[in-house]
């Protein structure tokens, strides 16, 4: 069987993606962790990209990527980091939670539905699902609701975020 | 559809997603099981996205775009607070924050 570009493209992207995913968890530094995880979220979006989203790479990497970690760098500056580095990395019950983990992947391998493979049913108009056109036109016309819904969750951390962090003045 | 099937998404999914459940469960500072979270979350939206692909349907695309935005709405909120017990206990340590108060 021959394989075909996409498919060298998602081992790459899949082997990359699980090898930071894998030193995410494992480093000892935080940051480190964290560059790891924007080298994950890159990958993803690069997934994004071969599975026919285009849109939602670029969300990925505009805000996951540009957003998100730039959060937690921003954090990362704000706390003791030497200090959080001479603590235990792992906690004492670690390989049970390993074990845990590995077998939750072993499971979701285990129960792939094989008959998924031929479900596919043949859509009457095959969007074209990759467009910002269409995405746009199934979000403000069906998904108009929950967008709007949406707003009120942002507005919502964001008042949210200002009140639990801001400093308590003396009263 | 570029030759790569459904299944081999829904695995690199389910390996990712166990990864990030791993290290939500295993490590010990607060702002790495933190970001376990958003492994999971990415890990989900994967399956989401390789899902809308294989259906040709845009619905889960959408719900991908939900899950960013509650994520980033989370991460917003969730460090607030992580900020607000380091400012009290001075460590990210986990297993020394048994209480939000002090």
């Not at chain 2, 607070?81 to 400012?87: D, E, G, H, Q, S």
Request: glycine share 6%; aromatic share 12%.
């Amino acid at each position: 069987m021959a394989i075909s570009a996409g498919q060298i493209v998602f081992y790459y992207l899949a082997a990359a993606g699980i090898a930071s995913a894998i030193l995410a968890v494992t480093r000892r530094n935080p940051v480190h962790s964290v560059l790891w995880v924007l080298s994950l979220f890159l990958h993803v979006a690069g997934l994004f990209l071969l599975a026919g989203a285009e849109f939602l790479a670029a969300v990925q990497i505009i805000v996951y990527a540009g957003a998100i970690l730039v959060v937690y760098v921003f954090f990362l500056m704000l706390v003791d980091l030497p200090k959080e580095e001479a603590g235990p990395r792992f906690g004492a019950h670690w390989p049970l939670c390993l074990m845990v983990g590995l077998g939750f992947a072993a499971i979701a391998l285990w129960v792939r539905v094989p008959g998924l493979q031929t479900a596919a049913p043949a859509p009457a108009a095959a969007p074209n699902t990759g467009s910002v056109e269409s995405f746009g036109s199934a979000l403000f016309k069906q998904f108009v609701l929950p967008f709007e819904i949406l707003s009120l969750v942002l507005l919502a951390a964001i008042v949210g975020a200002v009140v639990v962090g801001r400093r308590r003045t003396e009263a | 559809m570029n030759g790569v099937p459904l299944s081999w998404y829904l695995i690199l999914s389910a390996i990712l997603f166990a990864l990030g459940a791993a290290g939500f469960m295993i490590r010990k500072n607060m702002i790495t099981v933190f970001m376990c979270i958003e492994l999971m979350l990415n890990a989900v939206n994967l399956s989401f996205v390789a899902f809308s692909r294989h259906f040709k349907t845009i619905d889960g695309q959408i719900f991908t775009f939900f899950v960013m935005v509650v994520a980033a709405a989370e991460a917003a909120v969730g460090l607030a607070i992580i900020l607000t017990v380091f400012r009290n206990r001075s460590t990210l340590q986990v297993d020394d924050i048994d209480s939000l108060r002090l």
